[in-house]
């Protein structure tokens, strides 16, 4: 039996093409695994990986594990069954260090390889639910992921003019209010940026709708 019996059947027969990273929250790996793997929690996860690099698998990635709740990414709204959670050890304020980003950058070569899963569909807890989640966070390193091939990040020739909610839209993210997909696109592109929406934020995004245009997959589930 996996560590976690928190899990059910992916539904409709739907297969992991996304991958979806969270921190816990929590002071601990060992305070992690216990709400992970306890029945009444009811969340879960794939995998989590510690700060000192270990990786544990808590559930079969042929499993629908618990770990991304309500929110959507292009047409996807069932999340859970169209992905794969991976859960970093860390209290929501903390950089995350260097064996545990290394483990990750691993694992998610090895997921993305075998699940033949393309980058720009690894995305943030933040990402698919940006009215309610933060995480991984503005400490969260999006950049070295996207040089490793293992995520995404926006290129100049932008049009600064572009509609913003427009383009987060054609990138992925679900509808939500202006002021909060600005704030989920800057906590993962541009977490040092203040204020109203800019050109800069409107260039990039209108970048990444262009190069990286949302695809539902095979089935909207």
Not at 31 to 37: D, G, N, P, T, V
Not at 115 to 133: C, F, L, N, T, Y
Not at 189 to 212: K, Q, V
């Amino acid at each position: 039996m996996p560590p976690s019996p928190n899990f059910g059947e992916r539904r409709c027969g739907a297969r992991p093409d996304l991958v979806v990273i969270h921190y816990t929250a929590m002071p601990g790996c060992a305070e992690a695994r216990a709400r992970l793997c306890d029945p009444d929690a009811e969340v879960s996860a794939h995998y989590l990986v510690a700060e000192a690099g270990e990786v544990e698998a808590l559930v079969p990635e042929e499993a629908r594990a618990w770990h991304a709740g309500a929110g959507a990414w292009g047409a996807v709204t069932d999340v859970n069954s169209r992905s794969i959670g991976i859960e970093l050890q860390n209290p929501g304020d903390a950089p995350f260090p260097e064996p545990q980003m290394a483990a990750l950058e691993r694992l998610l070569a090895s997921i993305l390889s075998r699940r033949q899963i393309p980058p720009e569909r690894v995305i943030g807890h933040s990402d698919m639910a940006p009215d309610r989640k933060r995480d991984p966070g503005p400490r969260f390193d999006w950049r070295r992921l996207a040089r490793s091939g293992l995520a995404v990040w926006p290129g100049p020739g932008g049009d600064p003019a572009a509609p913003l909610a427009a383009s987060l839209r054609a990138f992925g993210y679900p509808e939500a209010a202006p002021a909060t997909l600005l704030h989920a696109f800057r906590l993962r592109f541009r977490p040092w940026a203040t204020g109203p929406e800019a050109p800069e934020d409107r260039a990039l995004a209108d970048d990444l709708a262009r190069r990286f245009p949302v695809d539902g997959g095979p089935s909207a589930a």
